[in-house]
């Protein structure tokens, strides 16, 4: 299984950018997570399987959207209002099978298949 992202970039204080990851085939929720400089990885959103479920973290929960399309075999990030906090590297997963159609993990240790990550830089 491979996760492909992309839509990162840099752009300033306010503005907007929308992440993608191509994930053609994969029934399972799907996550994105950042790790910004010096720090851990961390949770950001999650959409569970047919789209039933989502959760944020705090830090952009209203700021921040995760949508898929499972015709077309995408899972996105729209990422409204960004902050100079919100640089990193942002990665999408595909998170272990899971019978429930509602299953929508926050924890890492959740995700089989992580994609190689794209740079996000948010300047003041």
């Known amino acids: 299984v491979q996760l492909q992202a992309s839509g990162g970039g840099l752009v300033q204080a306010g503005d907007s950018l929308r992440l993608s990851c191509s994930a053609f085939g994969l029934d399972r929720a799907m996550g994105w997570f950042r790790q910004a400089p010096g720090k851990e990885r961390e949770f950001v959103a999650v959409i569970s399987r047919r789209g039933s479920s989502t959760s944020y973290s705090d830090s952009v929960k209203g700021r921040f959207t995760i949508s898929r399309d499972d015709n077309k075999g995408t899972v996105s990030l729209q990422m409204n209002s960004l902050k100079p906090e919100d640089t990193a590297v942002y990665y999408c997963?595909?998170?272990?099978?899971?019978?429930?159609?509602?299953?929508?993990?926050?924890?890492?240790?959740?995700?089989?298949?992580w994609g190689q990550g794209t740079l996000v830089t948010v300047s003041s």
């Open positions: 997963a595909a998170a272990f099978a899971h019978a429930r159609t509602f299953y929508a993990p926050v924890t890492e240790t959740s995700y089989a298949y």
